[in-house]
């Protein structure tokens, strides 16, 4: 397949006045900047009952009793409840990525019943008229715990003989996932790689657990009736969850309907299937009335799911003159109490990914999913290739400095060359399309790279106590989830199709339905645009439907920047099932061969003869009063079709950061900020350029001011915005963005998604830059989140230093109450 | 319980309200004002970010009897006469939303700040904005919003018509007249 072969010239408007490519202003926007919004919690129901959540103070403890009678007894209370009240039908929150066969799932109640294994989980709950009524009750439940040893630090929980996080489980680890290229048949086996090896370069890195910590906190909305139950929620998946709760909670599919209405972000931690969604429907079927729960910020941080979390050990070998020749990962991955939705296939997406753009010939990765007591963690903004991105360009960053190679002459002798596309990886991906030359010679332009250097070397001969630092990212990354084969064969629950179907009005107004379903990224706009495009019609003609599965009943939402490059996708194809049915029908109003018709600016005109013509939106009347259509075809040109794609989506960019390091406080302040990305052919370059905006802010804010820190407790100290900083307007640089296109070549609008490329790229271009400032000081790695103390300790270089630097019990590091206080800094 | 007596939006409401009610509650639960919206408990995301007699307060920080006798202005009274306020036409011109949930506390917090300050510098935009947390846009295209909406005069609270609305305007317009597609109902 060729790029130019299978590009959909949209065929309703004339490439002069195509709508994909324009920086539409977006359809969204008017009611968001009005308050004219329809968020989860600003709805109500007649008769709505307030739940409230009673949750566990202690990581890990048996429940000996819990006593809900004193809530009754408040005023407004209508019910309360326990775990035990639900223990006969509260089913399981599902798990859907059983990664290996032997995947040892230890089961994830929504309220806990007789063992509470995190803070933060469910232990009762309370429903009253209003929401102050049902918090004011919680503190009348008197709950019974008998205290169980607490495990947090992965290194320890995986030893044997380690005190056990579920007592009916045999070890603490839940699955052992390997990919050897040798085994595989994709390239060949490390040991020989290293054993013969001229060089070899192995680091312990620390992927900290973070906080998706989206605006909107969650908010779910249950109304029971009958048979079945209309959920409105604060989701990302709204098909995914109907499903999952007629599998788990044993409602038919086809009684239960899912509205995600307004959703005010997610980024990935909206992908889930919640307890506090099954809490409201079970509440409302038992109480026979609509519950509805919204949680607050500390509850959102202390109990929705956390992202990353893991230990890396990484071993790359080169020769001499830097060309690499194999690459070892050994992975812990926190899956925090329980395997909730994605959860063990989150660094599993990671797994394809370490190799990136470089010509690795040896691979091997094996993961283990451990078990600890703290939030179970999900997926975060490029789940799982977050962390292979930073992992492997802080390596390349470090064999560079061993081989006193210029880094970026080390990555070039390495990277796939854009002549050698498509190009399948030691990890078995087959790339289809990049340039990773063009990103970077553009972005070095844009940097002003040698100007830069020259500088960095005049405040290192000058003494400067402001040092300068360079750091690259020059990523790719798999996104656009995904081949539904592909999702099977590593025993994914689901596929990773979508589907769209296109209504035409009869007035020629056009319906679009899509299993997408957004949260912020504009599909209304962008969506408006494709099938403008596709079917001629004028963007405002365009109405995008989406979010409620009694409208869109097929979908498999959003999330893995799957939206553009499958769903997208899968409005083209339908709006191409749209212009074939009107074809026929135009054919016979005009009374000639359907072979003979053009179809251009939104209307059938008879080759020859362009006067003789009739619009797409004409037909659509035409079609609705259905006098006159021929024999043996259906009088509608509503289509509906399911785009599978047969590959990945490989987006790719370089990242270039500049940081000042101040030596003698540590504090860490971004000077430039350069990224090129080439996320293929753009429908919509300002929401395109949003994106990569909002993904820097959230992959800077990993490396320098986030991290969920968990004290010797297992208390998350971490659990308001005071203590876990996502970043202000002032504690972020000014972002010069660009973009190279390199047309996707699987699939017809050439594009590549870009909802987590920013987030992917930018944690390793911004550690590297603060070690490149300091690294003639002996620095050589400093754990993110690199806050003043962390830097400042570094360069200490003091015996404790790296310990100190680790931070939370998590990761082998500060034990005392003190030190743990040290280490919970933020922006600075 | 104690009686109030508050303008919000230009219309005087009264009633009984709990003396530990909060305002945003009281705006959201009381008025059914949604367009309000709360982001957290600490008072660090802004989200809830309001007018009180012509200063941007955070709503979840007052109490709604300490605004007895005060004008509120929410982001739903910032439009007038059907049309956008200028910062709010700014942030759609450039992009400066996303999901939207910080948007309403932003543009409240944006208008005060050109209030006090009609000129400001990119640093001071940034300084001025830093109560009020975005999780999807990494402030940059607010920043370009609010630089527009001092070029046009914005801090003026009272000049609140757009002088010219552009066709992007018109085409959102009319698209909203039939966005029923969040909707619940």
Redesign the interface.
């Known amino acids: 397949m060729t790029v130019t072969e299978d590009r959909v010239e949209a065929s309703g408007h004339s490439a002069t006045d195509r709508e994909v490519g324009k920086s539409r202003k977006r359809k969204e926007d008017l009611r968001l900047l009005t308050g004219r919004t329809t968020w989860t919690d600003n709805h109500s129901l007649p008769g709505m009952l307030h739940m409230a959540i009673l949750r566990s103070p202690v990581a890990h403890a048996k429940i000996t009793n819990v006593d809900v009678s004193g809530a009754l007894d408040r005023p407004g209370v209508i019910a309360a409840f326990s775990g035990q009240d639900f223990a006969e039908e509260q089913g399981v929150i599902p798990c859907a990525w059983p990664v290996t066969p032997d995947m040892v799932n230890p089961g994830h109640p929504s309220i806990a019943v007789g063992q509470v294994n995190h803070v933060g989980e469910a232990v009762a709950i309370v429903l009253a008229r209003t929401k102050a009524a049902a918090q004011d009750a919680l503190e009348a439940i008197d709950v019974d715990y008998e205290a169980l040893p607490v495990v947090l630090d992965m290194e320890e929980t995986v030893k044997d003989g380690a005190d056990l996080v579920h007592s009916h489980t045999e070890s603490n680890t839940s699955f052992r996932w390997v990919f050897d290229a040798g085994e595989a048949g994709t390239g060949t086996s490390t040991d020989e790689a290293f054993s013969g090896a001229e060089v070899t370069v192995s680091r312990r890195f620390i992927q900290q657990r973070l906080i998706p910590a989206f605006m909107e906190p969650r908010s779910s909305l249950a109304d029971f009736q009958g048979e079945g139950v209309t959920l409105w929620s604060a989701t990302q998946v709204p098909h995914i969850l109907r499903l999952m709760i007629a599998l788990s909670l044993g409602i038919p599919e086809h009684k239960v309907r899912v509205i995600a209405p307004d959703v005010g972000g997610g980024f990935g931690g909206k992908l889930q299937v919640t307890p506090e969604e099954f809490l409201v429907i079970l509440a409302s079927r038992r109480v026979g009335k609509p519950v509805k729960y919204t949680e607050s910020r500390s509850e959102s941080l202390l109990s929705a799911h956390h992202g990353r979390d893991q230990i890396q050990y990484i071993d790359i070998a080169a020769k001499r003159d830097g060309t690499v020749t194999g690459l070892r990962v050994r992975l812990l991955a926190d899956m925090g109490a329980y395997l909730r939705l994605v959860s063990p296939g989150v660094p599993i997406l990671g797994a394809f990914m370490y190799p990136a753009i470089y010509k690795f010939p040896a691979y091997n990765f094996t993961c283990d999913g451990v078990f600890t007591n703290k939030t179970p963690t999900d997926a975060y903004r490029g789940a799982g290739r977050p962390e292979a991105t930073f992992a492997i360009e802080r390596i390349m960053d470090e064999l560079a400095a061993e081989l006193d190679m210029d880094p970026m002459e080390l990555r070039r002798k390495n990277w796939i060359t854009h002549e050698e596309f498509p190009f399948t990886t030691v990890a078995g991906l087959t790339y289809d399309s990049g340039n990773y030359e063009a990103a970077t010679d553009k972005a070095l332009e844009m940097f002003g790279w040698d100007d830069l250097r020259a500088e960095q070397q005049q405040r290192r001969d000058a003494g400067d106590p402001i040092q300068l630092g360079l750091g690259i990212s020059t990523f790719t990354e798999m996104c656009g989830l995904a081949p539904s084969r592909v999702l099977g064969s590593l025993s994914y629950g689901a596929g990773g199709w979508e589907t769209a179907s296109i209504r035409m009005l009869p007035s020629g107004k056009v319906e679009v339905v899509t299993g997408s379903s957004p949260h912020g990224q504009g599909h209304d706009t962008a969506w408006s645009q494709i099938v403008a495009d596709q079917l001629g019609v004028g963007f405002d003609d365009v109405e995008v439907l989406h979010g409620d599965t009694a409208s869109s009943p097929r979908g498999l939402d959003s999330y893995g920047s799957r939206s553009l490059v499958v769903g997208g996708i899968a409005v083209v194809k339908a709006a191409e099932k749209v212009v074939a049915k009107a074809r026929k029908i135009a054919a016979h109003l005009l009374e000639a061969n359907e072979d003979d018709l053009d179809f251009k600016d939104g209307s059938f005109s008879v080759r020859g003869t362009p006067d003789t013509k009739i619009g797409i939106q004409e037909t659509a009347l035409a079609v609705f009063a259905a006098h006159n259509y021929p024999e043996g075809i259906e009088p509608s040109l509503d289509s509906e079709a399911t785009f599978d794609p047969e590959n990945f989506s490989f987006p790719h960019g370089t990242h270039l950061c500049a940081t000042e390091v101040d030596t003698e406080t540590g504090r860490v302040t971004i000077r430039k900020y350069v990224c090129v990305d080439d996320v293929g052919e753009l429908v919509n370059p300002v929401i395109v350029e949003g994106q990569v905006h909002g993904g820097l802010a959230q992959g800077i804010a990993q490396a320098l001011f986030e991290e969920a820190v968990y004290d010797a407790e297992g208390n998350l100290t971490t659990g308001t915005f005071v203590d876990y900083t996502i970043p202000s307007a002032t504690d972020l640089p000014h972002f010069d963005t660009a973009n190279t296109v390199t047309a996707s070549t699987t699939n017809p609008l050439g594009v590549k998604g870009v909802g987590e490329a920013g987030c992917i790229a930018s944690t390793p271009a911004v550690v590297n830059a603060v070690v490149d400032a300091v690294r003639h000081r002996g620095v050589n790695d400093v754990q993110m989140p690199m806050t003043p103390e962390r830097v400042w300790r570094a360069l200490q270089g003091d015996q404790d230093s790296e310990r100190a630097a680790e931070g939370t019990n998590a990761y082998g590091g500060a034990t005392t109450e003190d030190e743990k206080l040290l280490d919970t800094g933020g922006p600075s | 319980m104690t009686q109030i007596s508050v303008t919000v939006d230009g219309i005087k409401e009264v009633g009984e309200v ?1 003396p530990r009610l909060l305002l945003v ?1 009281y705006l959201r ?1 009381n008025l059914g ?10 008072s ?2 802004g ?1 809830c970010t309001v007018h009180l007699n012509g200063e941007s307060v955070k709503s979840c920080s007052v109490l709604a009897v300490q605004a007895d006798g005060c004008e509120v202005t ?3 009274g ?2 007038q006469n059907g049309e ?1 306020h200028p910062m ?1 036409q700014a ?3 450039k ?1 400066g ?8 506390g932003m ?1 409240m917090a944006a208008v005060d700040l050109l209030k006090e300050n009609p000129n400001p510098s ?1 640093h001071e ?3 001025g ?15 370009s919003a609010i630089q527009q909406a001092a070029g046009q005069g914005a801090g003026d609270a009272v000049q609140t018509t757009v002088s010219a609305i552009d066709q ?2 018109n ?6 007249a ?7 109902a």
């Open positions: 709990e509650h639960e004002k949604v367009g309000t919206v709360v982001g957290c408990d600490t660090n995301c989200a929410t982001i739903e910032l439009s956008l709010q942030f759609h011109d992009h939303l996303q999901c939207g949930f910080c948007t309403p543009i990119e935009i940034r300084e904005i830093e109560g009020n947390l975005c999780r999807c846009t990494g402030y940059q295209n607010i920043v992007g305007a085409a959102t317009a009319g698209a909203s039939g966005q029923s597609t969040g909707d619940a």
